[in-house]
C-alpha cells in the first residue's frame, strides 16, 4: 500500500514539475494580471443577495509560491451599495500549461450605505482562484473565483460569494 502511494505521489509531482517546464519554455509571463467581471454575493445569515461588478490587479513576487492580488469589488443588492477592498496572499499551483490553481487569503475592508446608513468594517477573506489560459503567450484568459468573507463587527456577518470573466496579461 505504501508503495502505491508514493509511486502516485512521485507522478503528481513529475506532471507538476513537466507542466511547469513546459510553461516556461512556451510563455513569456506578464509582469501582472488583470481581472475584470461580475461578482455575485450571498449573505449566510439572512439570505439577501448581491449582483455586481469585480476589478483586480495581480502580480508573482515569487515565482511558483507566492502571488499577491489587490481587488475591489462593488456589488448592489435591495437598500444596499456595498464596496469592498482586498489584499490576498495566493499559494499557485500549475495544473497545465493553460490550467491554474490558487488558494488565497487576507484582509479585506468593506464600506457599504444600507437604507443611508454608511460604515466601515474590516475582516478576512479566502478564495479559490482558477485561471485558464487559452493562448500560449497568455495575453487573455479567463477566471473563475468562489470566495468567502468573514467580518470582524458586531454579528460577525458572512458571505459567499464568486466573481468570474476575463483575465487580461499585462506586459
Same mark, same amino acid.
Given at each position: 500500500?505504501?508503495?502505491?502511494?508514493?509511486? #502516485?505521489?512521485?507522478?503528481?509531482? /513529475?506532471?507538476?514539475? %513537466?507542466?511547469q517546464k513546459?510553461?516556461k519554455d +512556451? *510563455? @513569456?509571463?506578464?509582469f501582472?494580471?488583470g481581472e #475584470?467581471?461580475?461578482?455575485?454575493? /450571498?449573505?449566510?445569515? %439572512?439570505?439577501?443577495?448581491?449582483?455586481?461588478? +469585480? *476589478? @483586480?490587479?495581480?502580480?508573482t513576487?515569487?515565482?511558483?509560491?507566492?502571488?499577491?492580488?489587490?481587488?475591489?469589488?462593488?456589488?448592489?443588492?435591495?437598500?444596499?451599495?456595498?464596496?469592498?477592498?482586498?489584499?490576498?496572499f495566493?499559494?499557485?499551483?500549475?495544473?497545465?500549461?493553460?490550467?491554474?490553481?490558487?488558494?488565497?487569503?487576507?484582509p479585506?475592508w468593506?464600506?457599504s450605505?444600507?437604507?443611508?446608513v454608511?460604515?466601515?468594517?474590516f475582516?478576512?477573506?479566502?478564495?479559490l482562484?482558477?485561471?485558464?489560459?487559452?493562448?500560449?503567450?497568455?495575453?487573455?484568459?479567463?477566471?473563475?473565483?468562489?470566495?468567502?468573507?468573514?467580518?470582524?463587527?458586531?454579528?460577525?456577518?458572512?458571505?459567499?460569494?464568486?466573481?468570474?470573466?476575463?483575465?487580461?496579461?499585462?506586459?
Amino acid at each position: 500500500m505504501k508503495i502505491i502511494l508514493i509511486s #502516485i505521489l512521485v507522478f503528481c509531482l /513529475l506532471i507538476n514539475a %513537466d507542466a511547469q517546464k513546459a510553461l516556461k519554455d +512556451s *510563455l @513569456a509571463e506578464s509582469f501582472a494580471i488583470g481581472e #475584470i467581471g461580475p461578482a455575485a454575493s /450571498l449573505n449566510i445569515k %439572512d439570505g439577501k443577495s448581491s449582483y455586481g461588478y +469585480s *476589478l @483586480a490587479v495581480e502580480i508573482t513576487p515569487i515565482e511558483n509560491w507566492l502571488e499577491l492580488e489587490s481587488g475591489v469589488t462593488s456589488i448592489y443588492g435591495s437598500h444596499i451599495k456595498e464596496t469592498d477592498v482586498d489584499f490576498l496572499f495566493k499559494k499557485p499551483w500549475t495544473l497545465s500549461s493553460k490550467l491554474e490553481f490558487m488558494l488565497g487569503i487576507g484582509p479585506v475592508w468593506e464600506h457599504s450605505n444600507s437604507y443611508g446608513v454608511n460604515t466601515n468594517d474590516f475582516g478576512g477573506e479566502a478564495a479559490l482562484d482558477f485561471m485558464y489560459w487559452p493562448f500560449t503567450k497568455r495575453q487573455f484568459g479567463f477566471y473563475f473565483e468562489p470566495e468567502y468573507d468573514y467580518k470582524f463587527k458586531a454579528g460577525h456577518e458572512q458571505s459567499i460569494g464568486f466573481s468570474g470573466g476575463l483575465l487580461i496579461g499585462i506586459p
